[in-house]
């Protein structure tokens, strides 16, 4: 076996050694003009396609030579047991990606802590474990590819999807990342058998083929329904880009200007001031205030939401939050040399990680602090109350309104500029619905409060949120909220079209559903009100289960199941719907039969 593990590591050290070389220069040469630890996610997720694609061309290269039957052949005969044999080759290629993308990572991270001021937290070094975890799963995903059967090897890549979409952050994502590489070793261990074309027949090794197969077949049910909404888009009938939207809908009232939804908000309505306000909405300023912040910061998250760090013009200092530290840790623009740390009100701890945000303030997950570039200093000014969280942070005015997952707060601005104390809300006005279908959140001043209009519609698209609607409210100068009319749009897309990656498969959509949220926490974009699904989608739904357990009864009759796989996949199929019996004819084709054959009687002569 180490022999084998030896050949295996010479046999790609070259490409190892080349690859890490590369990635030093090229990320080596970026270091030295941007901060790679202060980078916003689009470019971490763009380094993580590169680490993926890598892995998966190493695990289709790696396999696909050896997938050749005489090298197959030669190769199993050897005296190692299958399973161990598979481990000394994925050992070997897991080691090799190490040495081409964890080391050149943390080399630039230990260079960037000790060589530079710039900050390096433990964060960053389980960002280069995370990356490497990436391209170790789909460098799985690509040996599955090669070895598994042609009619469901690609299952291993959409397993892979599971990465791009989940929630979880720091040492969860890490976590979500082991479990996917467990299920992917998983698959790896059940397609490394001499016959590579047979099909599973123990529980196991049917598990580890169906279960990322069905995944892969409910995905390409979803990807039906892009297709026909490209064709629906070509058509020029698309709900989205119509030339003109249509009146009384969703998309009316997203494009809207903020005065005319005002004025759509009031329509209708019985209140005796409703018509003196939709003339001053014409004519007055409309203020939007959100929820501009869809997350904030997680102390020991991997990647940030925006970077990290802000600059100081008047000293020439960049102050850079360390989760480590939990304080802010400056170095001059000048000589790029330390310049100490910068806590709350002096050496204090954040209790929360923070990021730069308007007019000098620092926002975290509950509070917002301002720093004073005259005494260096950082001061809490806003809090919520506990239990509720920032989702936006935006001038109405001259006034300020703090909106959270639960509430509007407005404070006086010329607090903010006066003095350097906590802020006491004037009004708090609670959200008439669900932050997650919040999609704006827009503003009027009058002469005693605000007219502020609510537009529910950010998830009406789908089966993930309430279906739109506009709610108009009042707020008077002594807190007291009145609600002056709701407002039913029209959705833009009919109920199947909303439910299209639901009736397919129930089950399915709602344990992806439960995996994409796997150690996450509360989410504020899962937060909203989903409605009941509607009868006709029900009714479809229970349809085409039955109509895939008929299938399965049928299709099982003609393959060489045993009874109680039969029964098993048969059941699996009424639950799970038609993804399932893609999955069984997939993995199980119908038996062969031999044509009787007729001998030809000698003719006499």
């Not at 904030?296 to 970077?307: A, F, K």
Request: net charge neutral.
């Amino acid at each position: 076996m180490w022999d084998m593990f030896k050949a295996e590591i010479q046999r790609f050290r070259i490409w190892a050694t080349a690859y890490a070389v590369l990635q030093l220069v090229i990320l080596g040469f970026m270091t030295r003009v941007v901060d790679l630890a202060q980078q916003p996610r689009l470019v971490y997720e763009v380094l993580a396609g590169v680490y993926a694609v890598s892995g998966v061309l190493l695990g289709l290269y790696q396999m696909g030579g050896y997938r050749k039957p005489n090298t197959w052949m030669n190769l199993l005969h050897r005296p190692i047991p299958h399973g161990k044999l598979a481990a000394v080759l994925v050992g070997a290629g897991a080691l090799q990606l190490a040495v081409a993308i964890l080391l050149p990572l943390w080399l630039l991270a230990g260079w960037q802590e000790f060589m530079t001021a710039r900050v390096v937290d433990q964060r960053h070094l389980l960002l280069g474990v995370s990356a490497w975890l990436i391209a170790v799963c789909a460098y799985l995903a690509g040996a599955y590819a090669m070895l598994a059967n042609r009619r469901y090897g690609y299952s291993g890549i959409a397993l892979l999807s599971w990465l791009v979409f989940s929630q979880a952050t720091g040492l969860q994502a890490i976590a979500v990342q082991l479990i996917i590489l467990a299920m992917l070793a998983g698959m790896v261990w059940v397609a490394f058998k001499p016959d590579l074309g047979a099909a599973p027949h123990t529980l196991p090794r049917t598990f580890f083929t169906a279960v990322p197969l069905q995944l892969a077949m409910w995905l390409a049910l979803v990807m039906v329904g892009f297709g026909v909404e490209f064709l629906w888009i070509a058509q020029g009938s698309h709900p989205n880009n119509a030339p003109v939207p249509a009146a009384g809908g969703e998309k009316e009232s997203e494009n809207a200007e903020g005065k005319d939804l005002m004025v759509m908000g009031l329509r209708g309505s019985r209140d005796p001031q409703a018509p003196l306000w939709r003339e001053q909405a014409q004519i007055s300023e409309v203020f939007s205030f959100g929820p501009g912040l869809r997350a904030t910061p997680v102390r020991n998250e991997l990647i940030n939401i925006v970077p990290m760090e802000f600059d100081d013009d008047q000293h020439r200092i960049r102050w850079v939050f360390s989760h480590d530290r939990m304080r802010l840790e400056g170095y001059s623009l000048v000589d790029y040399r330390s310049v100490g740390e910068l806590g709350v009100e002096g050496d204090a701890p954040f209790p929360e990680p923070v990021m730069p945000g308007p007019e000098n303030s620092l926002i975290g997950t509950t509070r917002v602090y301002q720093y004073d570039s005259d005494q260096k200093r950082v001061v809490p000014r806003l809090r919520l109350p506990a239990g509720e969280r920032i989702t936006g942070y935006d001038r109405v005015g001259d006034d300020l309104a703090l909106l959270s997952d639960r509430a509007v707060y407005f404070y006086d601005g010329r607090d903010l500029a006066a003095g350097d104390g906590m802020l006491t809300p004037r009004q708090r006005l609670v959200i008439p619905g669900k932050v997650g279908d919040l999609y704006r959140a827009d503003a009027i001043e009058l002469l005693d409060g605000y007219l502020v209009s609510f537009l529910f519609s950010r998830s009406a698209h789908n089966a993930e949120g309430a279906l739109p609607y506009q709610q108009t409210v009042r707020i008077d100068d002594q807190g007291t909220a009145t609600a002056i009319m709701r407002r039913d749009l029209k959705g833009g897309f009919p109920a199947l079209w909303r439910y299209q990656n639901w009736f397919p498969a129930p089950v399915i959509y709602e344990l992806q559903r439960a995996a994409r949220r796997l150690f996450a926490g509360y989410q504020i974009t899962d937060d909203t009100a989903r409605p009941p699904v509607p009868r006709q989608v029900v009714i479809l739904a229970g349809v085409l289960m039955l109509l895939s357990l008929l299938g399965a009864v049928a299709w099982t009759r003609k393959t060489d199941l045993s009874t109680p796989a039969r029964i098993a996949w048969i059941v699996a199929c009424g639950v799970l719907s038609l993804p399932a019996l893609l999955s069984l004819w997939l993995i199980h084709p119908r038996r062969e039969v031999l044509e009787p054959q007729t001998s030809a009687q000698p003719a006499l002569a």
